[in-house]
């Protein structure tokens, strides 16, 4: 199922270059806390929350297309947000993109919490 995101705008988050190659930072957006790493020619946008124990994925090193939690070595690719050690445990993923040399990313709002 293919979710229509054209009415969700992109949101800049850091110039490019900022983020160094093979590391994430953390940003928030929409409400939510987002993850952004780079692989020295593109962008990767995630959810920064491992779902394990919720520690911060974006500080967590970055090798090859996977990023790893520093807590648990809990580690998913941030191509589609797949565990890979169970692909089918996700966290969400994010389209992101540099425009005007800067990095955006698209993050719907996140839902409140009851």
Not at 18 to 39: H, K, M, Q, S, Y
Not at 57 to 84: M, Y
Not at 87 to 100: E, G, S, T, W, Y
Request: aromatic letters at 10%; glycine letters at 8%; charged letters at 20%.
């Amino acid at each position: 199922m293919t979710t229509d995101n054209s009415d969700i705008p992109f949101t800049p988050v850091s110039s490019a270059g900022e983020i160094p190659v093979g590391e994430g930072r953390t940003f928030e957006v929409a409400g939510r806390l987002v993850a952004i790493f780079f692989d020295g020619q593109s962008y990767h946008a995630m959810d920064d929350l491992c779902p394990h124990m919720g520690a911060s994925l974006g500080s967590g090193p970055f090798v090859d297309g996977i990023v790893t939690c520093p807590w648990h070595a809990w580690r998913f690719q941030t191509c589609d947000g797949a565990w890979c050690d169970n692909p089918a445990l996700k966290v969400d993923i994010f389209p992101v993109r540099v425009a005007n040399n800067m990095v955006e990313v698209q993050v719907p709002e996140s839902e409140p919490k009851e």
